[in-house]
């Protein structure tokens, strides 16, 4: 699998938390950087996250900072991003992206190659 393929979106109440995971070839993900972005209806997509290719750097942007965590387990191949105390202003389609060409990623969606096809979250209030 060589575009990532996100799952573990759906439809919760404000507070809640969910979970989502992106896998791809480890060609895609191995050493690489990895961003998780987001887009609701009618904006631009967004940074939400992102992570270095050993998984010791990652960085968030301010509306998700302290409550989202991203992560990664090379060995599988995969890309978390863990999602707490959720908010209706977090509704988007959340998509996994990867940069082959950096292992420090950057918060510019055109740096990233490879797209998955997204994952919906909705939170309700």
């Known amino acids: 699998q060589v575009q990532p393929v996100e799952s573990g979106g759906g439809l919760v109440q404000a507070g809640a938390s969910l979970r989502l995971s992106c896998v791809a070839s480890?060609?895609?993900?191995?050493?690489?950087?990895v961003g998780w972005f987001r887009q609701a209806p009618g904006k631009e997509r967004e940074f939400v996250a992102g992570?270095?290719?050993?998984?010791?750097?990652?960085d968030y942007a301010d509306s998700v900072k302290g409550r989202f965590t991203i992560s990664r387990d090379n060995a599988k191949n995969m890309v978390y991003l863990q999602m707490n105390n959720l908010k209706p202003e977090d509704t988007a389609v959340y998509y996994c992206?990867?940069?082959?060409?950096?292992?420090?990623?950057?918060?510019?969606?055109?740096?990233?190659?490879?797209w998955g096809q997204g994952t919906q979250v909705t939170v309700s209030s």
């Open positions: 992206a990867a940069d082959v060409r950096r292992r420090y990623g950057t918060r510019k969606a055109v740096d990233y190659g490879y």
């Open positions: 480890r060609r895609t993900f191995s050493s690489n950087a």
């Open positions: 992570i270095s290719g050993s998984g010791s750097t990652t």
